[in-house]
C-alpha cells in the first residue's frame, strides 16, 4: 500500500486551497467593483474629465477593484506552489479592465490617428494600389495592404468595431509571444509569471491601437521569442556565474527549418509594415549573434539586406524628398532625447503636465527596477546576457532620430519585454526557490504603483484623444461634399511641428480632402487671420474647429479653457463667414463667397512603388534578389544540415561568392542616395 501522506502536507495542501478559493474571491470582487459602477457613466460624465484625462471621473469603486486585482495576483505569488488558473484569470482580467475601459464606455471608437489609418484601407480598397505621392507611410504598405485584403475577404465593411477592440486585442496577443520567450529563462515560477504581469501593468505607452506599430510590435514579440527559445548558442560559456538561459528547446532539422522560415517572414512583413521596428529587429538580432546567445551567423547580414534594399529601393519616394528627416538626426542623441523627453514638457497646463511626468517616472522606474535586477542576478550567480540586449539594444535609436518628438515612447515600448523580465528577477532572482520570502510584498508595492501610475499615464490624454460623435458628423458632412476636392482647415499651436489633429480626419477619400494646419489665435476675438487663410486655401474650403483640438490646445499649449466657446461666437459674428455645419463638438465655416478660381481635381500621384531605374539600379537589385536568395539558402544549410567538413566548406565557399553580390549592392545603394537624394 502506498505511504499515507504526511498531516504537515495535508494541512499546507488544504491551506493553500483556501487561501486560493479566498484569492479567487479577491479578483471576482476587485473585477466587479471596477465595472459595475463604469455602466453608469455617460456621454456626459466623460465630457467632465480634467487635465488628468479619464481617471479624473473614474469611481472610487473602480480604482478599489483596480487595486483588489493587483492584491490578487501578488496574493497568488505567495502561495506554495503555482495556480496557473488563478494567475491566468486575474491576469487576462488585469488587461481588459486597463485597455477596455473606452471601447465600453466612448460612443465612437478612440484615437484620431486610427481613424485616418481607416482612409488607407479605403483607398487601397477602392484602386487595389498604393501611392507613395499621397503620403509617406504609403513606402511601407505592408499593413495597410494586409488589413485590406482581410476586410474584403471575410466581408467587412464598417471597421469601426476593429478600431474600437483593437488595442484590447492587441495587448491580450502580446502576452502570448512573450510567455513563450520566458522559456528561454532559467528562473522560479513566480519569476516568470511576474514578467508577464509586469508587462501588462507596463503598457501605457498607446502603440497598440489600429496601426503598423502595433501590429509590428506583436511581430517584434514574436520574433525575439523565437530567436531566444530555438536558436541559443547551445553551448554554456564557462565562467563564475551560470547562463541566466535556459537549455534550448529542443527540435528536429524540419522544425528548426520551420522556424527559420518564420523569423525571415515576420521580419519581412515588418520591412514591408513599419519604419523602426525592423531597426529594432536588425540590432536585436546582430547583438545576439555577437555575444555568442543565438548561432544563426548569417540572419544579421541578411536581415540587413532586406531592409537596406527595401529603404533604398522601394521607399525611394520619400527618402528622395525627406532627406534630412530620415538623416539630419543620425548621430545626435542629446537632441533626439531632448526632443522627446523635455520637448514634450513644456508649455501646457500644469495640471496636464502632471501626465507627462508620471510617464517619464514610471519608465524611469520600470528601467531602475530592471538594472537592480541585473545585480540581484549576479549576487543570486547567474549572469544575463540575452536580457540586456533586449532592454538595452532599441536605446541606440536615440542615436537615429527624433522620429517626431516619439522615439523615447519607442525605445521604451521596445525595452519593455526584456526590462520586465528584469524587474520580475529583481523580486525573484533565484531559481526553484520554495519559500516565497518577501517578493510577493515587494510586486504588491510595485504592482499598486505601477496600476496608479497606469491610469494616469495611458488615459491620460482621454480629453483629446476621444473622438466625439459631433466630431465624426462634421467629417461626415466634409466627405459628402468633397467632390472634387476640399480642403479642410484645422486649429494648430505650431503650422510647421504640430501638423496632427486631434480629430477623426482621414477617414475616407483621401485622395480628395486635404488637411491645412492654420494657425490659432491665442485671443479668440481677432479671427482675422481665419479669414485671410480661407481666402488663401481657395474655393471648397472649410475652416473646422472641433472640440478635441480645442481641448488640445488648451491642456498642452495653455490656450483659454473656453477658448472653443468664444472662439466660435467670433467666428458666427464674422458677416464674410456661414456656418455650413454646427453641433457641441464641432463647427464647419466656408465664405460666403467663394474665391474665384478652378476647383483641383484630385491629384493622387502615380501608383507604387515608385523606383527611378538606372543601369546601376538594376544591376544593384539583381544582385540584391541573389543575395537574399543565397543568404537565406546558407542560413537553412545551417540549422538544417548536420555539421560536417562537407557543410562547412560549403558554407565558406558560398560566403567568399555572397561577398561580390554584398559589394555591388552596397554600391548601387550607395550611388542611388547620392545621385537622388
Known amino acids: 500500500m502506498p505511504a499515507a501522506e504526511p498531516a504537515g502536507r495535508r494541512a499546507g495542501r488544504r491551506t493553500g486551497r483556501v487561501a486560493a478559493a479566498a484569492l479567487w474571491a479577491v479578483a471576482g470582487l476587485g473585477l466587479g467593483l471596477y465595472w459595475l459602477p463604469l455602466l453608469h457613466l455617460d456621454d456626459a460624465d466623460l465630457d467632465r474629465m480634467g487635465g488628468l484625462g479619464l481617471v479624473s471621473v473614474l469611481p472610487r469603486a473602480t480604482l478599489l477593484g483596480a487595486a483588489l486585482l493587483i492584491v490578487a495576483f501578488a496574493g497568488a505569488l505567495w502561495l506554495a506552489r503555482p495556480r496557473p488558473a488563478l494567475l491566468t484569470a486575474v491576469l487576462l482580467a488585469t488587461v481588459v479592465s486597463l485597455h477596455a475601459v473606452p471601447a465600453v464606455l466612448e460612443a465612437q471608437p478612440r484615437f484620431p490617428t486610427a481613424w485616418q489609418h481607416l482612409g488607407f484601407l479605403d483607398y487601397i480598397g477602392r484602386t487595389g494600389h498604393a501611392v507613395p505621392d499621397l503620403d509617406a507611410r504609403w513606402s511601407w504598405p505592408g499593413f495597410f495592404a494586409g488589413a485590406a485584403f482581410l476586410a474584403r475577404a471575410a466581408g467587412v465593411h464598417d471597421l469601426s468595431e476593429v478600431l474600437r477592440w483593437w488595442p484590447t486585442l492587441l495587448q491580450l496577443l502580446c502576452l502570448a509571444p512573450l510567455m513563450v520567450l520566458l522559456r528561454a529563462l532559467r528562473a522560479s515560477w513566480r519569476a516568470k509569471w511576474t514578467a508577464v504581469w509586469l508587462f501588462a501593468l507596463c503598457g501605457w505607452v498607446g502603440q497598440d491601437y ?14 525575439v521569442a523565437v530567436l531566444l527559445v530555438w536558436f541559443r548558442e547551445p553551448r554554456a560559456l564557462p565562467g563564475k556565474r551560470r547562463p541566466g538561459e535556459a537549455e534550448v528547446a529542443r527540435a528536429t532539422p524540419a522544425q528548426r ?3 527559420l522560415g518564420l523569423l525571415i517572414a515576420l521580419f519581412a512583413a515588418s520591412v514591408a509594415a ?10 536585436v538580432v546582430s547583438a545576439l549573434v555577437l555575444l555568442r546567445r543565438s548561432n544563426l551567423y548569417g540572419l544579421p547580414l541578411l536581415c540587413g539586406v532586406m531592409v537596406a534594399v527595401w529603404v533604398g529601393f522601394l521607399a525611394e519616394p520619400y527618402w528622395s524628398g525627406h532627406w534630412n528627416e530620415l538623416f539630419g538626426g543620425v548621430g545626435g542623441v542629446g537632441g533626439n532625447v531632448s526632443s522627446s523627453v523635455s520637448g514634450r514638457i513644456e508649455g501646457g497646463s500644469s495640471v496636464h503636465k502632471l501626465v507627462l511626468y508620471v510617464r517619464v517616472a514610471l519608465a524611469g522606474g520600470v528601467l531602475t527596477l530592471a538594472c537592480w535586477g541585473v545585480l540581484r542576478r549576479r549576487a543570486a550567480g547567474f549572469a544575463e546576457r540575452s536580457l540586456l540586449v533586449l532592454t538595452f539594444v532599441p536605446f541606440l535609436g536615440f542615436g537615429m532620430q527624433s522620429y517626431g518628438g516619439e522615439m523615447a515612447l519607442r525605445v521604451f515600448m521596445f525595452a519593455l519585454p526584456g526590462a520586465c523580465v528584469l524587474g520580475a528577477l529583481a523580486v525573484f532572482p533565484r531559481v526553484g526557490a520554495a519559500r516565497a ?7 504588491l508595492l510595485a504592482g499598486l504603483a505601477l496600476m496608479a501610475g497606469f491610469l494616469v499615464a495611458r488615459w491620460g490624454n482621454e480629453t483629446f484623444e476621444r473622438v466625439r460623435p459631433g466630431e465624426v458628423a462634421a467629417m461626415e458632412y466634409v466627405y459628402a461634399h468633397d467632390k472634387p476636392t476640399v480642403r479642410v482647415l484645422w486649429m494648430s499651436n505650431d503650422t510647421v511641428n504640430n501638423v496632427t489633429p486631434a480629430m477623426p480626419w482621414g477617414a475616407r477619400d483621401m485622395e480628395r480632402v486635404r488637411y491645412e494646419p492654420t494657425l490659432a489665435p491665442r485671443d479668440p476675438v481677432l479671427v482675422g487671420g481665419l479669414v485671410t487663410a480661407l481666402r488663401e486655401a481657395g ?24 477658448w472653443q466657446e468664444r472662439l466660435r461666437r467670433s467666428l458666427d459674428r464674422r458677416a464674410e463667414l456661414r456656418r455650413v455645419f454646427g453641433n457641441e463638438d464641432a463647427a464647419l465655416y466656408e465664405l460666403k463667397r467663394q474665391p474665384r478660381g478652378p476647383v483641383a481635381e484630385p491629384a493622387p500621384g502615380p501608383a507604387g512603388p515608385l523606383v527611378t531605374w538606372t543601369p546601376w539600379s538594376l544591376v544593384g537589385a539583381l544582385a540584391a534578389v541573389a543575395l537574399m536568395v543565397l543568404l537565406a539558402v546558407r542560413e537553412v544549410v545551417r540549422v538544417a544540415v548536420r555539421p560536417s567538413v562537407r557543410r562547412l566548406h560549403w558554407l565558406q565557399g558560398s560566403f567568399w561568392f555572397a561577398l561580390p553580390l554584398l559589394i555591388v549592392v552596397v554600391a548601387a545603394l550607395v550611388q542611388r542616395f547620392v545621385t537622388m537624394a
Do not use: K, N, W
Open 257 to 259: 527549418t520551420a522556424l
Open 539 to 562: 474655393p471648397r474650403s472649410y475652416l473646422m474647429v472641433g472640440r478635441g483640438q480645442s481641448t488640445y490646445l488648451t491642456l498642452d499649449s495653455g490656450y483659454d479653457e473656453h
Open 210 to 223: 489600429f496601426s503598423p506599430q502595433g501590429f509590428t510590435y506583436l511581430l517584434y514579440l514574436v520574433f
Open 437 to 443: 520570502g518577501l517578493g510577493p510584498a515587494a510586486a
Open 274 to 283: 513599419h519604419q523602426l521596428t525592423p531597426f529594432v529587429m536588425l540590432g
